[in-house]
Each structure stands twice: as C-alpha cells, then as structure tokens.
C-alpha cells in the first residue's frame, strides 16, 4: 500500500487543494452565507456524491494506464508538477479574488441543493485533473495494487475536503465578514498558498529527476 510518509505528503496536497479557490468552494460558499448552513451542508454532500465518480473513474483510467503504458507514470508526475505551478500562479496573479466575495444566489430546495452540488463537482475541471494528475505522483506498482492505491487516496483526499469543506459550510457567514474587512490577510493568504504550491511542485520534479537519473 501506500507508504504513511507520502499518504501523508498527499493529504498535504489535498488540503492545499481544498484551500484553493474553486467552483466547489465558491458554491459552497455562496450558498451557506445567501441559504444558512445547512442549505451549505446538503449541497456539500452532492459535492462528496461527485467526488466518488471522480475517485473511481481515476482508480480504474489511472489502473489500466499504468498496466498499458509504463511511461505514463513519468509524464504524468510531470503534468502533475506544471499543474500546481498553474495553481501556484492563479493564486498570485493580478486580479485574483477571494472565494468569500460570494455571488447572490436565490433559495433552492434540498433536493436541488444536494444535485447542483454534485453537478458542480463532477463538472469541475480543478478536481479531474487533481485526480489524473496528481494521484499518479503518490502511486507505485512496487508497492501493490494500483487500484487499491488509488482508491486509498482517494478517500484521503474526500476525508480532507469534507472536513474543510463542512469547517468552510458552517462558518463561512462569520469568515466572510472577518476577512472582507481585513484585505491585507487575504493578500498574505493567496501569496503563502502560491509559494507553498510552488515548492510541492518543485519537490516533485526533483524526484522525477532522481528516478530518471
């Protein structure tokens, strides 16, 4: 299985992927401060209903890649790497705004709430290619079943955005009037999370350095 140091490094990358902003969060967000919190706890449960298509889809397309195509595990790690750098650079870039400038949204009811979550997940760009991207750095046929790797982090990672998430769905009114008043926190937030992307990044085509050398 996987080895606890990286299934550790990758729920370090998992929570700094919840941490960026994205059409999850933003939703999330939208719909705890304009619905309450539990309209913002429903839709997050159609988010981790998305997260489950997302989780299996990887492990199988991620399973038959590896056994079809051994280099895929290098260029991958490689897409995995320019990824983050993407994310690094669209939390520091000019004109970003925070996920706490949330949009208007009319009241919807549960069953709603709970299917526009999971459609904003499955549809979301941001976590397909977390998942085809980032999975492979952390999977190794060395270490067993392909299949079984991926599924392991992939609940790593559904544990650590629901934990988020719910924190983010139930606090998100009282965060969004602290940090609008405070625009200089907001600035730091978006600088540390693009460093901190920035150096995994790095981390990861060092190794890919190391394995090829």
């Not at 890649?65 to 790497?81: E, M, R, S």
């Not at 983010?168 to 602290?178: D, E, H, K, N, Y």
């Amino acid at each position: 299985m996987v080895p606890l140091n990286d299934l550790l490094l990758f729920a370090g990358a998992a929570l700094l992927m919840v941490l960026t902003p994205g059409p999850n969060m933003i939703y999330l967000i939208s719909r705890s401060i304009c619905q309450g919190r539990k309209a913002g706890v429903i839709s997050l449960l159609g988010v981790i209903l998305g997260f489950l298509v997302h989780m299996f889809a990887a492990a199988l397309g991620i399973t038959a890649l590896f056994l079809a195509i051994p280099i895929a595990y290098d260029l991958l790690k490689w897409a995995g790497a320019a990824y983050l750098l993407y994310l690094a650079w669209q939390a520091v870039r000019p004109g970003a705004r925070s996920p706490f400038e949330a949009r208007q949204l009319p009241a919807d009811p549960p069953s709603r709430l709970l299917l526009m979550g999971f459609l904003t997940n499955v549809l979301n760009p941001k976590i397909a290619v977390f998942y085809l991207s980032i999975f492979p750095q952390f999977v190794s046929p060395e270490h067993g079943s392909v299949f079984q790797q991926s599924i392991l982090l992939g609940l790593t990672q559904i544990s650590v955005s629901f934990t988020v998430n719910l924190l983010i769905a139930l606090f998100a009114g009282s965060l969004s009037a602290w940090l609008v008043g405070r625009p200089r926190w907001l600035v730091a937030q978006r600088y540390v999370m693009g460093g901190v992307l920035a150096g995994l990044a790095v981390r990861l085509v060092s190794e890919q350095r190391k394995v090829t050398s």
